[in-house]
């Protein structure tokens, strides 16, 4: 199939980027710490630094981390943080000294950080205090050699208290002793191409045992290009102004909100904790944003506080929506309250992670992942690894300068993860419309089939979410003797609300085809959810 959607590109959005335009990352980045020094590129904690600070504070880090641990080109070096000031400190400061930086969950298990930093082969770990417990749990499985911790202001001038660090971890570095201590140190600049890794980022496991995409400065180059080709009334340079709710140890927000929006001189919120949503809500309210990014259940939490209305959002540009699908009535209630829509993208950890995004220039919520990016081919593949005509669903397959070029140490995986003349496959089902929006039916794995019919949980989440006094609900499937499979529905119901498990059901029978209709309905006080906010079917699965 042809590139049928640049019909509806328009004017202002290219068929093609440079993925060359910076020789690395760093390259990039050490542009924007030049070009905006003055200007405040990180706050946090009522703190601010700029990207003058943000330079020499990273460059002291990399002096250290080499001079003194002795960190090489292409070392592992892990980051297991939340959205904290020394987050971008540390992650300059790794790639300044040419390693590669592999992105931890904080709220990881014991069990699935050791074998996270065992497969990335981790020479030191940059912890956050507070869960320094998990990796002193375990830090005698592995091969890590260095420990820096890191406490909530570590990098600004304020004093909050932070957590203890775990006692068992005696020899670990103060991340404020680092930066002390390399501020009197030399730092030699490993050259740095396109084709070096700068990321291992770990897939979520959902398939079983976690991978390491490898990503290159390349990749990370050519998404962000893709990212302001295809937006370009998004990004003023200077005066851009993004709130970071969503994690930056997840690859969505580490490359639209801080790479992109970095290398873009804009001021940057950080939120430390958006479970907290009164604080979350302060800081939009200080923040005033023009940018924001989210995943459904964000911006459905928002909508859902009392004084939400207090935020001022006439300056609010887009609102993007990835990880997992948006829903139209979040959507619709986001726009009552901003006057902006959603605008859901799709991507994944091996992607860097953008492939199609929602343009600005649509009214209204498609429904849709939107287009793909420019320089990016996705073709839909059926039975065979034949291209399925338009209209039809078929695996997403896709090659573009932002696929990764395999999984960090797995030949096995990368011969299957790849078609033989070269797309990755995702394992999504998508579709296409004629105007070359995509839409994702959802993934193989997840795919129910009832009575010999594919049943696709998103379709049914969406149906069931419209319902009066559904919050939010997951689908999976069930043995059943006479259809194969049967459709149960766990529902949260919004506060207060009185709608039972009949309302859910006699709602679906009036908005879905027979098969379609849950079997069964239970109501539950929350869903199993990833610490992104995506919700976990495959932790429903067991209960059923």
């Excluded at 904290?84 to 699935?112: D, K, S, W």
């Excluded at 940057?268 to 604080?279: C, E, F, H, S, T």
Aim: contains cysteine.
């Amino acid at each position: 199939m042809t590139r049928h959607w640049l019909t509806s590109y328009g004017t202002q959005i290219p068929a093609e980027i440079d993925a060359d335009a910076h020789p690395s990352v760093l390259a990039m980045l050490e542009q924007a710490m030049t070009r905006y020094a003055d200007r405040p590129a990180f706050r946090c904690f009522g703190q601010t630094l700029t990207y003058a600070d943000i330079d020499r504070l990273s460059r002291d880090f990399a002096a250290f981390l080499q001079t003194t641990l002795g960190v090489r080109k292409g070392d592992r070096v892990a980051v297991m943080l939340p959205n904290l000031p020394a987050f971008p400190l540390a992650m300059l400061g790794i790639i300044r000294a040419g390693a590669i930086q592999v992105n931890v969950n904080p709220l990881y298990t014991p069990r699935e950080l050791a074998h996270q930093l065992n497969d990335a082969g981790v020479k030191a770990i940059v912890v956050f205090a507070g869960v320094s417990a998990t990796f002193a749990e375990i830090i005698g499985q592995t091969g890590v050699e260095h420990v820096i911790t890191v406490g909530l202001t570590d990098g600004t001038a304020a004093q909050l208290a932070s957590p203890p660090v775990d006692a068992r971890l005696g020899n670990a570095t103060a991340f404020a002793q680092a930066l002390t201590k390399g501020a009197t140190l030399p730092l030699a600049s490993p050259p740095l191409t396109g084709d070096d890794i700068l990321f291992l980022q770990y897939t979520g496991g959902t398939t079983g045992l976690s991978k390491g995409a490898a990503l290159s400065h390349r990749n990370l180059v050519a998404n962000t290009e893709q990212y302001r080709a295809f937006m370009p009334d998004a990004q003023s340079p200077g005066e851009e102004i993004i709130v970071t709710a969503l994690p930056l140890y997840h690859i969505f927000a580490l490359m639209v909100n801080f790479i992109t929006y970095f290398s873009l001189g804009a001021d940057n919120w950080l939120v430390p904790n958006p479970r907290d949503m009164a604080g979350f809500i302060d800081i939009l309210k200080q923040a005033r944003p023009t940018v924001l990014t989210g995943v459904n259940t964000l911006f459905a939490g928002l909508l859902m506080q009392p004084n939400i209305g207090e935020v001022d959002f006439s300056r609010l540009k887009v609102a993007i929506g990835g990880g997992a699908a948006v829903l139209p009535t979040t959507s619709e209630k986001w726009k009552q309250l901003t006057g902006k829509d959603i605008l859901e993208g799709y991507g994944l950890s091996e992607t860097s992670p953008v492939l199609t995004l929602n343009p600005m220039t649509r009214e209204g919520f498609s429904g849709t992942v939107g287009l793909p990016f420019p320089s990016t081919d996705i073709k839909l593949l059926g039975e065979n690894d034949v291209e399925v005509a338009l209209g039809e669903a078929g695996e997403v397959c896709v090659r573009g300068p932002q696929v990764m070029r395999g999984y960090w140490q797995k030949d096995d995986a990368n011969a299957a993860a790849f078609t033989a003349d070269g797309y990755f496959r995702t394992g999504d089902v998508g579709v296409f419309d004629r105007d070359g929006f995509l839409r994702i039916v959802d993934r193989k794995k997840d795919m129910i089939i009832v009575s010999g019919f594919n049943v696709y949980p998103n379709e049914i989440e969406a149906v069931a979410t419209a319902c009066a006094g559904v919050a939010e609900c997951a689908c999976v499937g069930r043995p059943d003797d006479r259809t194969g499979e049967a459709i149960v529905l766990f529902v949260v119901k919004m506060p207060g609300a009185a709608v039972t498990e009949a309302d859910v059901i006699a709602h679906c029978r009036r908005e879905l085809t027979a098969y379609k209709v849950p079997k069964e309905v239970r109501l539950v006080e929350a869903l199993p959810k990833s610490n992104v906010g995506k919700i976990l079917r495959k932790d429903l699965r067991p209960l059923v």
